[in-house]
């Protein structure tokens, strides 16, 4: 959810959607979801071969923010739970009353079909049928191909 910039700095660029959504009017807004426990697993796979593992830049960087205290692995996982909690609630309040929110679990294929079908309803070519797999695992491709 977090961006840390290799500066340390840290960018939440998924709370500006009520920013977007006044700077674009008409703008389709879509909310990718899934397992929660998928999803931190996922996170704590990422590293990069430059900044190395992210659940350590993530802690670190916190680290530098709280000087008293050394912010564990632990932390960050609890820290990940409840800004997607928090998230997940700030955008159903913020598109309660709006029509330009689409929703799909990107672990569920109807769900997937869904929003194309939607994209589709709004006017968008699309030429797959599917979505990418851009990010996923090759084990995920597999099973999302089922």
């Known amino acids: 959810m ?7 700095e840290f960018f939440y660029g998924h709370r500006l959607f009520p920013i977007l959504d006044l700077q674009y009017p008409g703008s389709l807004f879509i909310f ?18 430059k900044y190395g593992s992210y659940v350590r830049r993530i802690s670190k960087g916190l680290s ?6 050394q912010i564990t692995t632990e ?12 998230h997940e609630e700030e955008v159903n309040k913020y598109f ?7 929703r799909v679990n990107i672990e569920d294929q109807d769900s997937k079909r869904l929003l194309i079908h939607s994209l589709k309803q709004h006017g968008y ?11 996923a695992t090759p084990e ?7």
Not at 77 to 82: A, D, H, L, N, V
Not at 125 to 134: A, E, F, G, H, N
Not at 140 to 146: E, F, H, I, M, V
Request: proline share 3%.
């Open 64 to 69: 530098a923010l709280n000087p008293d205290r």
């Open 75 to 86: 932390d960050v996982i609890e820290m990940w739970r409840k800004t997607w909690h928090q």
């Open 32 to 49: 990718n979801t899934r397992n929660l426990e998928s999803w931190i697993k996922s996170q704590l796979a990422h590293k990069s071969k």
């Open 2 to 8: 977090e961006c840390l910039h290799k500066n340390g």
């Open 96 to 102: 309660s009353d709006k029509s330009n929110l689409l």
């Open 125 to 135: 070519q699309l030429t797959s049928d599917d979505l990418p797999y851009v990010g």
């Open 140 to 146: 995920k491709r597999k099973t999302s191909n089922s």
